[in-house]
Every structure is written in C-alpha cells, then in structure tokens.
C-alpha cells in the first residue's frame, strides 16, 4: 500500500476544519474515500468513512454516526482506524447524554495511538478525552488531560485546535466555578486567536464573552460575541443559538429586556430550522424569566411550561436515540457473531465436531511461521472398514465420535483428516509429543467399546513427526504419514515417531 502524502494531508486538514465549520467537509470527505481506495490505502479510505460519521453525529444524527463508527470497530484490524473509530463512538454518545459511556471509548482511542501516527489525530482524540473526562465531573475540574492535550495542539501547530482545547477547558474551568483558570484561559484564546489570525467561531466567542460577563465586563462580551455571529459560516450555526443565549442574557441583565427577547426569539428561530431542542428549550426558560421581568406573569407561567414540555420531549429523543444506538450495536455485534458463527461452521468436522482439514492446514501454517517446536501426528482407526461392515455406519460413526472425544481431552488441535484418519498438531517438542500420542493410542484400546457395540473393540496407528526448519504443511504431513504406515506395517496399534 502507498500511502500518497496528499492523501494523508487532505485527512489532517479535515480533522482540523471540522472544528471550524462544516460546510463543504463531506464533499472533502467522499472525495477522500475515493482517492484513497483508488491508491489501495485502506487506512485513509475508512478515516474519511470516519470523517463522514463525525459530521453525521454533529449534524443530530447520532444513531446514524455510532453505528457507522462501530461497524469498523468490528470490521478493521488498523490500529489508527480503530482508535478513531473509538473516538467518533465517543464523541457521539456523548452528544447523546450518555457521558459515562463515551468517556469508554475515549480512553482507548487516546492510548491505541502512538508517537509515530499524524499529530492532528493525536489532538483530536486528547481533546476529546480532555472534554469528557471533565463533563458532568463531580468535585473540581482535571487540568491534566486539558494541559496534555494542549502541549500536543501547540506542537501541531493548527490555530483551530489550539483554540478548540482551550475552549473546551475555559468552559469547563467556569462551570466548576473556578473563574480565576477560566479567565486566564480565556485571556490565553483571544491571544492566539489574534497571532494566527484565526477569528473566534460562534463557540470561542460564546465562552469568551459568558467569562467577559461574569468578570464585570458586559460591553467587551456583547462586541466579542456579535463580532463572531456576524461572521460565522452557516454551519456553525450548532454554536450561533447558544451564542445568542449569552448575548440575550448580557442584553438582559443590561436592562435591554425587550431587546434580550428578540435575540431569543431569533435563535429559537435558528434552532428550530437546524433542530436544537436543547438550545430551543433554555432559550424558552430565559424568555420565561424575561416576561416575568416585565410583570407578564401569565406569560412567563406559559413560557415555562413550554420549557418543561420541551426539555421532557427532549429527553425522550435523547432515551430514543439511545436506544437506536443501542439497536444498532445489537446488529453489528450479531451479525459479527454470525459471521464468526459461519466460519466456525464452515471450519467444524459435522458428525465429530472437530475441525476440518481446511482449519487445520491452516494451523499447521501458524505454528510453522511461529517458528516454535511442534509435533504433528496423523491417527488410523485399524480395521475401520470392517467395523462398518460389521457392526453397521452407525455404529462406525459413534466410533469416531468417541475417538474424537478423546483426541479433544489432549489439549493442541485435534481435527477430522477425513474417513478413520485423524490429526494432532501439538505445541511440544518430539519426546513429548509422543508421549501424548501413546496416551492416546492407549486411550482407544482401553475404552469400554463393548458398551457400544458387543465384541467391539478399537485400535488406533499413529505417526508422529516434529517440524524442520524448511517445512512448509505439504511435507510435514507426508512426512507424518510415512510414520503412520510404518507403524500399519509393524502390526498396527502403535506409534512411530521420527524427525
């Protein structure tokens, strides 16, 4: 695989902007997904599948985000694509209320990745973690995942993520009540927003101004935060109603109640067209508090059970997102274990429950490219065709059922060669491998046999080799056969060994 360094830019740089704003991103994500398996890059073709399902998840499509991310995290053995996979679960069901859930998932999407791999997703995912191990946190706030995740941002070197983490931390920092941190994080924002020349979005502008607020400077947040509205993309407008809500609560505690209820009434507006209940409800609960301002009691008393209604249907959707997500894990997980099921099935001897010849050339591969000593025996049933002629198939099946039970109590694989012919594949050098094989040439003979069938008795041939250094499963198998014959010749009921 070759890995275009275009390719793995272009990947880089949407992790970066989705931070930003979204318009355009998952054009940039297809046309990822398309270069990349064009190139044979699997790696980058299910990032940008990533990518896609992280806009889907900030877009109010949980359900539909989770479950792409989760079929990789069943799908993929990449170790990146697995720890961004984690990432994208977590990041959605934390958007769904299920924070204890995704902190999960961030755990391991932050420590799956290693020094070597693309420093923006090492940011992303340290922001990530950085976020939700401090949501909801009971007691003061963690400043290490946010310091760690800042040290990486700043190594990176992209504005965008800088200021994404010291967001997440300021905003954190105030609603623990630690003002102090909050307004210094603040203060470090505005600093590298105005080095890089990176504009506050509609978000940095709304911690910025809600920490300007509550440290007496009511003008300063009402420039910062319109300033930010008016040039903030389309798609940014998950952050412009939460905006409006600080800008309507400066504008009210100003005195400007009239002027606080249009700002709400124009981000219900907003919300309603880019579906937000959260925000549409709070906005509905400070326009209850501003009728109430005003002495409309009966409208502030209707306001508020608009706002109870709201936040109840609220969390109804967030319980049925939930459950789709929880729905659509169920499906994944059963159709992997169907397919782990079916491969079993397609690898298991039917009447001995052994595995087949197929699985175990397979083994034998393995333990030849492990390199490690191992002894391989070939088992004949001596005699086999006359039992079936003599006692019946059935009886000559219920035989082999019963070998096959023993060779399974050895431990190593045991599998069904085919007819009477079993193999053991034994991780052991060839002294004990065949003393493990003359236990089960002994097993066989002293069976109760005639609590099968009157007059029945079994025996079993062994050959047993171990592996050489230029094997490959053709010839150690031959090699195990010429000792199984040898061992017919000699009399049957014995086991020859040999290198």
């Avoid at 992280?54 to 799908?75: I, K, P």
């Avoid at 990146?80 to 999960?104: I, S, T």
């Avoid at 976020?131 to 990486?152: C, M």
């Amino acid at each position: 695989m070759q890995v275009r360094p275009a390719v793995a830019a272009a990947f880089e740089s949407l992790i970066a902007d989705i931070y930003v704003r979204h318009d355009g991103l998952a054009g940039r994500a297809r046309e990822l997904v398309r270069q990349a398996t064009a190139d044979g890059d699997q790696r980058h073709a299910d990032l940008g599948r990533l990518v896609l399902a992280e806009l889907d998840n900030r877009g109010g499509r949980v359900a539909d985000g989770v479950r792409q991310a989760r079929e990789l995290l069943t799908s993929s053995e990449d170790r990146v694509v697995l720890a961004h996979a984690h990432a994208v679960v977590a990041g959605g069901l934390w958007r769904a209320g299920d924070n204890a859930e995704a902190v999960r998932h961030a755990y391991p999407a932050n420590r799956m990745l290693e020094d070597g791999d693309p420093l923006t997703l090492r940011v992303d995912h340290a922001i990530i973690l950085a976020l939700q191990v401090n949501d909801q946190r009971i007691g003061g706030i963690s400043h290490g995942e946010f310091e760690a995740a800042q040290q990486l941002a700043d190594a990176c070197g992209r504005p965008a993520l800088m200021l994404a983490n010291l967001n997440n931390w300021a905003w954190c920092s105030y609603t623990h009540g630690d003002l102090d941190s909050a307004s210094a994080l603040v203060g470090r924002m505005r600093a590298h927003s105005e080095q890089a020349g990176e504009p506050l979005n509609a978000s940095c502008a709304d911690t910025v101004a809600r920490i300007l607020l509550e440290t007496g400077r009511p003008r300063e947040a009402t420039l910062v935060i319109e300033e930010a509205i008016a040039g903030a993309a389309p798609t940014d407008s998950d952050a412009i109603p939460a905006a409006l809500i600080t800008l309507a609560d400066i504008q009210r505690r100003d005195g400007n109640v009239g002027t606080a209820m249009q700002t709400l009434a124009r981000c219900r507006e907003i919300a309603e067209r880019d579906r937000l209940p959260d925000v549409d409800a709070l906005a509905l609960r400070m326009l209850a508090g501003c009728h109430a301002e005003l002495g409309d009691f009966q409208a502030a008393y209707q306001e508020m059970v608009d706002f109870h209604e709201a936040w109840t249907v609220r969390r109804s959707e967030q319980s049925e997102v939930m459950a789709r997500v929880a729905h659509a894990q169920y499906a994944v997980d059963e159709a992997h274990r169907n397919t782990e099921l079916f491969r079993e099935m397609a690898e298991r001897d039917a009447l001995t429950g052994l595995w087949n010849r197929r699985r175990s050339d397979a083994q034998l591969s393995a333990v030849l490219a492990a390199g490690r000593p191992a002894g391989v025996a070939l088992l004949d049933l001596d005699h086999f065709k006359l039992i079936n002629d003599t006692w019946t198939h059935a009886v000559g099946d219920v035989v082999l059922c019963r070998v096959a039970d023993i060779l399974r109590s050895l431990g190593g694989h045991a599998g069904r060669h085919g007819g009477e012919e079993f193999i053991l594949v034994l991780d052991a050098a060839l002294p004990d491998a065949a003393a493990t094989c003359e236990t089960a040439r002994a097993a066989v003979g002293a069976y109760d046999w005639e609590a099968v069938a009157p007059g029945l008795r079994v025996t079993t041939s062994i050959g047993l080799t171990s592996l050489r250094p230029d094997d490959d499963v053709h010839s150690v198998v031959r090699r195990a056969d010429e000792h199984l014959y040898a061992a017919k010749r000699a009399g049957r009921d014995r086991v020859v060994s040999g290198p």
